[in-house]
């Protein structure tokens, strides 16, 4: 199988080609993760239930996201990967041209969990990918690969206004969507596959030994970055409001500066991390999102600290995730099955953290929002100070 697959992968760096395949791949999952906010009292009339109920995909889009996050993992590691890919990307189009016609809630719970399972592949896959075809070059690319995620969330919004209408049907909306994720699954399942990033020689010489307090550190970093991103997008709004700080549109335009700025962060994050170690920008990061937190916490009767907390929190939070998948490449040899526990602990963290707020914002009051997310912070400034304190050092001493 090894030798099989050495003749049919590249050994080098990727092309031009791969970044357009796995850049246009992220857009597709950015297109189908952001679709379902706007389109989700949509597919509750069509189901012919209401929100309370329709709430149940979110469950179904993540138990599905962990599953294909987890399977996708060991088959990146032990078969060529565009074919997978092509195929997860495929998927995920044929699971939304087919959401619009499900009449019946589990039906349509069962499409969105496919097609979730799809997405982790996907995600599992692109990052995993890039990094095999770029290496230590990965860094400015792992960031433009997560503005492509962030770009395709930004369209879907629009797309999906663009085309539906007052009281009609999705089917039109989803299955644009649909056809514009086909084409990069044909794009990539013409390309040839990266192969593992060989390991250093110290590694092979360990290599029945696995590093599992690096990966859980690693794990938790992830879950932790992730539960303070989705809590801040999602209760941003249904914070300002309760407080008093805006009206239901200048709260609708907040939290669009909050993903947008996180958006333009990622852009600009591109030529910062050919110049600058991972372990900077980290440390930047955490010190930026507790300072723009920490001023909507302290200055929570202010409208303007809300604001310049969105934009800020949304800028530093934006290289974290790409930034420490390259920090982690420089401390381990990354395997498709380790991106899947990155993504799954993520995807874990993302579901508690605005879980839990729901749960205390109507005990304790709406402040609770902005003390969980700087607590949450905290302890993501604690692990990360572990890392540096634990971790091994890079193979190259100058990355």
């Known amino acids: 199988m090894k030798a099989e697959r ?129 290496r230590e070059r990965v860094g400015p690319y792992m960031n433009g690969l997560h503005f492509a995620f962030g770009l395709g969330a930004f369209l879907a919004p629009i797309i999906v206004a663009q085309i539906t209408a007052p009281g009609s049907n999705l089917t039109l909306a989803y299955w644009a969507l649909a056809a514009l994720i ?30 599992y307090r690096l990966i859980a550190l690693l794990a938790a970093f992830f879950a932790l970055y992730v539960a303070g991103e989705v809590a801040f997008g999602a209760w941003v709004f249904t914070y300002a409001t309760r407080l008093g700080l805006a009206d239901e549109k200048s709260a609708a335009y907040l939290t669009s500066a909050f993903w947008g700025a996180l958006t333009v962060g990622r852009l600009v994050a591109i030529p910062l991390a050919a110049r600058l170690r991972p372990r900077t920008i980290l440390a930047v990061d955490l010190f930026g999102g507790l300072a723009s937190v920490g001023l909507a916490l302290f200055w929570a009767n202010s409208a303007i600290a809300i604001w310049l907390g969105a934009i800020g929190a949304g800028f530093f939070m934006a290289s974290v995730f790409p930034t420490l998948l390259t920090f982690a490449g420089r401390r381990m040899n990354i395997t498709g099955q380790i991106t899947s526990l990155f993504f799954v602990a993520g995807s874990l963290g993302g579901v508690f953290l605005p879980w839990l707020i729901g749960q205390l914002f109507e005990r304790i009051g709406p402040r609770v929002t902005m003390t969980a997310i700087f607590v949450d912070l905290l302890v993501e400034a604690a692990v990360f100070g572990a890392l540096m304190g634990y971790g091994p050092k890079p193979v190259n001493s100058e990355q």
């Open 182 to 211: 086909v084409p990069a699954s044909l794009w990539i399942l013409r390309l040839p596959s990266p192969a593992p990033a060989p390991r250093p020689a110290e590694a092979t010489a360990q290599a029945g030994r696995v590093n």
């Open 6 to 134: 050495s003749a049919t992968t590249i050994e080098n760096t990727g092309s031009v080609a791969h970044l357009v395949g796995y850049y246009g791949a992220l857009v597709g999952v950015g297109l189908v993760a952001a679709s379902l906010g706007p389109t989700l009292s949509g597919l509750a009339a069509q189901t012919g239930v209401g929100l309370g109920d329709i709430s149940a995909l979110f469950i179904a889009r993540s138990m599905g996201y962990i599953f294909g996050s987890l399977l996708a993992g060991r088959l990146y590691d032990r078969v060529r990967g565009h074919p997978i890919l092509a195929g997860a990307i495929l998927m995920m189009a044929i699971g939304m041209a087919l959401a619009p016609l499900m009449a019946w809630l589990w039906l349509l719970a069962v499409v969105m969990a496919v097609i979730a399972a799809s997405e982790g592949a996907i995600d599992v896959g692109s990052n995993t990918l890039l990094v095999w075809a770029y």
